[in-house]
Structure formats: structure tokens, C-alpha cells
């Protein structure tokens, strides 16, 4: 292509939305260098200083979504809801007239519907990017004029329409492909002793609740393994609550409010209990880690527990409700760690899951799309 392409990307709310996103506009600039880029986001979520930490620029609206809960400030919000919805379109028509782009890609999050929205409407052929094995419902909407719908999961045609389907994956980060060479490196990194079995508990933020509960209730039974060491990611919410619990005092468990380095402590991990996030999912399948899953009950739709699913009934993970971690996620974990056998199975059922070039994969569909542009600014 010979002219300087303008691309549009939109998603955000959480890091599920927002690292596809960074690597799909990677995977572009490596491929487009002249590229000029412009994210869209909600005003006040974490998008708006994760993405120029990235190094895009990001313009931000304001927006909300439906608030399910019955509490009177969830009414109130519902209320002014068609109002904000009003002032976001608003605001996105503006963005998209101003940088006029060649395509806009959607990765999801509130702001994400707005945009790719509008750039619909006013001709822009846009792309959008479902991570998990259940479509949301701004997904299933706006699919119905994308020109190009990438998945993670077979059988996303009860969704969407087929032919425009295209089996990417979901992106990871680059740090994330190389794992296999740096276990000494991560144990160092996170003071990790060489020839013990390594647990690693990462529930996020406030997604780790359930998975902090459980490691607080098996306090005797992890000190009577000291053959075993755990990184345990607390989330900075809950680490007042348990740096001075009884579990956290143990000379074998590591707790930490977050994880500065995730290739490091995938690197170092034998087993990985985690929430069943459709990136977290993406992340152990590259990285090939046995794991445990526990899918969070409070997300749209409970699209992590098919998530989680998806990968239980292939055999390429274990699978413990929400409700039932606080009496079997330890015992599994520890049973998981002491079976090696086990752990490869599940390692090879999971290498399907793989897709390490889905950035650039989604890449080469967003830059087919360039060429059937027909903004049309005067579009409402």
C-alpha cells in the first residue's frame, strides 16, 4: 500500500480488551511503519493511560453500560443511560469525521460499540475481534455490518455469519513466546528456589476474592508441603486483608498485589491457577502452563465459565465452579502438581488453543479491509 493508512482501534474497560488491542495495533505498525494510529476509549476506565503508556494516542468519550444490578444507583444510571448513549455518538460521529480512518477495529468495551458503530454508518469498513467462545451481545450487533468478525473459538457461526469468519485467536503479548528459555530468570525474578514444585495463583484484581478465600482456608495444608512454592497474586484491593494472614506467613508462599512480569511467572510456574478470562486462556495455551480454572460468576453473560468449558471438555484444563474453590481448588492444584503425567496431557490437548501469530493474523485482515473505504462524512 502506498499511501499512509489512518486505523481506528476501540476497546477497553479491562485488560481483556485492551492488550488484544495494543497488539493488534503492534502487529500493524510492524507491518505498516507509516501507519498513523487513534484509540478510542471510555473516559475514567483503565484504557486511557494503559494505551499511551503503549505509546497510541487515545481520545476518550464518555459512556456507560446497562447496570444489571437492582440497587437504586444502578436504576439511576439506566436512566440517564440513553442520554450518555446520545452524547457518545455524538462524540464518536465527531472522531471519526476529524481522523477519517481506513478501517476501525473493535476489540470490546463500552466505547467500542460507539465507534465501530458510527464508523459504519458512515462507511468505514470495520473488523471486530470476540475473544471468548460466547459472543457479546455489542459484538453480535455490530457484526451485522462488519466486514470481517475474528475469533478464538471453533463454531462461532451460531453467532456470527460464517463467511465472514476468520479463526485467528486471540492476541497475546510478544513477551509471552519465549518462555521456554527463561524459567531460571523467572525463579530469580520473583526469588523462586530452583528444584521445588512452583504454584502460581493469579486472579487479577478484584476478580482474585474467591481465589484469595481458598489459598486463606488451606493454610495447614500447604504448610505441610514444602517441597511446593506459590506465587501468589493477591490484587492490590486485597493485600492489606491478607499480608499478615496466617497463609502469607508461610516460608514457601510468596504474595504479591500484582505481577510486574507475566512472562516471568509462567516461566517459573509448573501449574497456574487463574480466573477463566478469554486472554488469560490465550496466554497459558501459547504458553503451554497446566492449569486450573475458575471461572468469575460476575462478568457479562458468564462467558468465562464457557470459556473454561470449551477447554474442560477437550481435556485441556481443569475446570472448579466459583462456588467450590474454597474446598477444591488447593487439593486439585496440589494433585495437578504432583502428577507430571497429568500436566502433559493437558499441556498437549491444549496445544490447539495456540495461536502465538494471532496479532499479526488479525493484522493482515485489517489491512484487506483498507481498500473497500467509502467514508462518507456527511453520514449520520
Sequence with gaps: MNKQLRILISGGGTGGHIFPAIAIADALRRLQPEAEFLFVGANGRMEMERIPQAGYRIVGIDIAGLQRGLSWNSLRQNLAL?????RSWQAARRIVRDFRPDVAIGTGGYASWAALRVSQRMGVPTLIHEANSYAGIANRHLARRAQRVCVAYEGM??????????????????????????RAEGLAFYDLKEGR?????????????????????????????????VLWQCGRYYEKQYRNGATARLPNIQLRPFIERMDLLYAAADVVIARAGALTISELAVVGKPAVLVPSPNVAEDHQTRNAEALAKCGAALLVPD??????LLPEALALL??????????????????PNAAEAIALEALRLCEQTTYTPSTS
Excluded at 323 to 328: D, G, L, M, N
Design 338 to 355: 504432583d502428577d507430571p503425567q497429568r500436566q502433559a496431557v493437558l499441556r498437549q490437548h491444549l496445544q490447539p488453543f495456540a495461536r
Design 197 to 229: 514444585k512452583t504454584l502460581a495463583v493469579v486472579g487479577g484484581s478484584l476478580g482474585a476474592r474467591t481465589l484469595n478465600e481458598a489459598m486463606a482456608r488451606s493454610t495447614d495444608l500447604l504448610a505441610q508441603r514444602p517441597d511446593v512454592q
Design 82 to 86: 440513553p442520554f450518555k448513549l446520545w
Design 323 to 328: 462456588a467450590e474453590a474454597a474446598e477444591r
Design 157 to 182: 457461526e451460531r453467532y456470527f455469519p460464517a463467511e465472514r469468519i476468520a479463526l485467528t485467536g486471540n492476541p497475546v503479548r510478544a513477551d509471552l513466546l519465549e518462555v521456554a528459555s527463561k
